[in-house]
């Protein structure tokens, strides 16, 4: 762990949390020593343990300054595995990734959003896993639209910038466009790609489609290149 994240108003951390084992095992605290904190999606700040006990650790925290915003990115992703969505969920907030919507698509196996992951209690965690791993406090907005289509009614116009990954041969690769600044949106196909019909959504709404090279990547992956390019691309990096 990177940061030590503490909801609102809640600075007792007890014994079967794994904050808790962290701290003692791993970080090795006493009472009256400090770590680095924060609030989630508020500031980051110096914690210090008032007591540390068998039964829980109390802390009192002492905030300093803002955490950084989250990048004005907007990432589709086609649904995914729940094992999959859950190492997106981490990887996408570790990168700052603003907004996340994982949408069924026409090669979707309907099964995966059927699971408890998409409960918003259960998929926070993993979110949390991303900032802590950040060493940052925000959480990304996320939504689970029903179609392409739909999610593709959730982009606002003001995200001008839009960018469609497709393993076609024929596209060219993010470095060959002309230079563009944030707020973005990316969209990456779930493990069997997109569809034509999906294709034609995309450029009826303004997409660029480019491509990732040669080889055939996980969804995971995928995202995670595609996040990485754009920022890098845009400036923000």
């Given at each position: ?6 909801e609102?108003?809640?600075f ?9 084992a ?16 924060g ?28 955490s ?38 026409e ?10 992951l998409?409960n918003?209690e ?21 939504e ?11 982009i ?13 041969a ?9 230079d ?14 997109w ?38 691309r845009?400036?923000?990096?």
């Amino acid at each position: 762990m990177n940061i030590i994240l503490f909801e609102k108003d809640s600075f007792v951390i007890p014994r079967d949390d794994s904050r808790y084992a962290h701290l003692k095992q791993i970080l090795k605290k006493q009472e009256g020593e400090s770590f680095s904190a924060g609030i989630i999606n508020g500031k980051k700040g110096i914690a210090y343990i008032e007591s540390f006990s068998e039964k829980e650790c109390v802390c009192r925290f002492e905030p300093q300054k803002e955490s950084e915003s989250l990048y004005p990115l907007t990432m589709i992703v086609g649904m995914v595995r729940p094992i999959t969505a859950r190492r997106l969920l981490k990887d996408l907030t570790a990168l700052g990734v603003g907004r996340i919507l994982f949408t069924q698509t026409e090669l979707t196996d309907k099964s995966y959003r059927c699971g408890s992951l998409w409960n918003p209690e259960e998929y926070r965690k993993y979110l949390i896993e991303g900032a802590v791993q950040a060493g940052e406090t925000r959480l990304p907005a996320v939504e689970t639209p029903y179609s392409l289509k739909q999610a593709l009614g959730l982009i606002s116009d003001v995200e001008a910038c839009r960018f469609v990954f497709d393993n076609r041969a024929e596209l060219s690769g993010i470095g060959r466009q002309p230079d563009f600044s944030m707020p973005a949106v990316a969209a990456v196909g779930s493990e069997r790609g997109w569809t034509d019909g999906e294709r034609q959504l995309f450029a009826e709404n303004g997409f660029t489609f480019c491509s990732m090279g040669r080889r055939i990547l996980r969804t995971e992956t995928a995202a995670a290149v595609a996040a990485a390019l754009l920022l890098d691309r845009s400036g923000e990096w």
